[in-house]
């Protein structure tokens, strides 16, 4: 019997859902690359209904108990008296999402002896320190390509939220105005503008797909370059690095995990080498971004707007500066958590915790840490290492008042 510990975030502030705006969620069977969306041998939720949530469970309460299987799920995650540390010393599973991340620093591995196995129900590990995980023999693991598509989805939304002012005028409309020459005074067209991506993985590359029809110019920057049919199809311009992408860039959008190559990536000296007025969207992590160097930008009018949905630590505390600073659209982190992500990932997991118990291999494509080293996607797109400092700042976001609601 092992004994799974799962953190996933509150339930909605008005109790569980009971029923939901639409009867169902498409049903997609592979990926634009041709893998297949996961493959459990059974699921216990119906797509569709909320699963990121603590009552949501993530679908896995019958089919752990089932199997004998101890399962505790909390949202109380930071601090030394969280839940989540209590549990933790005879946890042989950790389950936790990006969005409400249990960050898994080398102190908590240390107090974790029994620990074998941490699954990241969705995408990006960052949360773990891999190099503690690589020195203990622990297997991390995440469910990639669940949420790609819905993240590409966001960034495209974003991208066309901040370049067309959208959530000032949308105020003005509930705040009972009519002041279009405060609408437009910043809306432009996207049209005609230049749009790179910082890496063009899963999510870079959907992105990209997604704006060849509104005609602007593509640009990316990654560590391997895209076939050259595909730079063909989608007429878009290799940069070899960062900095030669944001020179000639109106937008940058940002799509490379976090890892020590990443961290802090765009600070004030790449953001100075960007055209004045540029845009960004970070949907990737919001550690990728020095936090103040974006706020500075904004207030000087270096970059007209910064719109993403990751910030570092998750929960953001109630005084980071993203919340306050000019011209951003900035969410809680949910852009890979809508109701048809959460049934790949939780699917996802429930596929890889049947290999876990059942001594198959897990997916090569879900694997970022195996038998001591990267493995899988992780050997692909990570560098060894850890991004996690800092992380035990999330405990602030407890100081002033529950953790649901009052937000
Ligand atoms: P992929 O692994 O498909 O793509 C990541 C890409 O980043 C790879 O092409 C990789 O390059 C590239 N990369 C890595 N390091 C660098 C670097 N230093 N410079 C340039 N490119 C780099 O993952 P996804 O596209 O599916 O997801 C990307 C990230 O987005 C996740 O790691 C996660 O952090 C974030 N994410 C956010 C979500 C949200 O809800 N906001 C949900 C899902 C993901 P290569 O492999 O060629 O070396």
Request: proline share 6%.
């Amino acid at each position: 019997m092992a004994k799974v510990l799962c953190v996933l975030y509150d339930d909605p502030v008005d109790g569980y859902p009971r029923s939901y705006a639409r009867d169902a969620v498409p049903r997609i069977e592979r990926y634009h690359d041709g893998q297949t969306t996961p493959t459990p041998e059974r699921i216990d939720f119906a797509p569709g209904e909320l699963l990121g949530s603590v009552s949501g469970e993530l679908g896995l309460r019958r089919f752990l108990e089932e199997r004998g299987h101890a399962f505790v799920v909390t949202s109380d995650k930071d601090g030394p008296d969280s839940v989540f540390e209590r549990e933790l010393p005879d946890a042989a599973i950790v389950i936790s999402q990006p969005f409400w991340p249990a960050y898994l620093t080398a102190e908590r591995i240390a107090k974790a002896p029994a620990l074998k196995l941490a699954v990241t129900a969705g995408i990006g590990s960052d949360h773990v320190d891999l190099a503690a995980a690589i020195e203990r023999g622990i297997t991390v693991a995440e469910v990639t390509y669940s949420n790609s598509i819905s993240v590409s989805e966001h960034v495209v939304m974003m991208i066309l939220s901040l370049v067309r002012n959208y959530i000032p005028s949308y105020q003005w409309v509930v705040k009972g105005g009519w002041n279009i020459a405060d609408c437009v005074a910043r809306s432009y067209d996207l049209e005609g503008m230049q749009v790179g991506t910082v890496a063009a993985g899963r999510i870079g590359s959907a992105v990209l797909r997604r704006l060849k029809p509104f005609e602007v110019g593509l640009h990316y920057t990654d560590r391997h370059r895209l076939p050259e049919e595909v730079e063909r199809e989608l007429g878009v311009t290799f940069h070899p690095d960062a900095e030669s992408l944001v020179r000639v860039c109106d937008v940058v959008t940002i799509n490379a995990p976090l890892h020590p190559d990443t961290e802090h990536l765009f600070d004030d000296a790449l953001i100075a080498k960007m055209k004045r007025g540029a845009y960004i969207v970070n949907t990737a992590r919001g550690k990728i971004c020095d936090r103040d160097a974006i706020a500075r930008a904004l207030e000087s009018g270096q970059l007209a707007g910064y719109a993403g949905d990751v910030w570092f630590p998750q929960p953001a505390p109630r005084d980071h500066p993203w919340r306050s600073m000019p011209h951003h659209g900035m969410t809680p982190h949910v852009s890979g958590s809508s109701l048809a992500a959460q049934a790949r990932y939780a699917a996802g997991v429930r596929e890889i915790l049947e290999c876990w118990f059942d001594g198959r291999p897990i997916r090569e494509e879900y694997l970022i840490v195996d038998r001591g080293t990267l493995a899988g996607a992780g050997a692909h797109s990570y560098s060894p290492g850890d991004a996690t400092g800092g992380s035990d700042e999330a405990a602030r976001f407890k100081d002033r008042g529950p953790t649901s609601g009052s937000a």
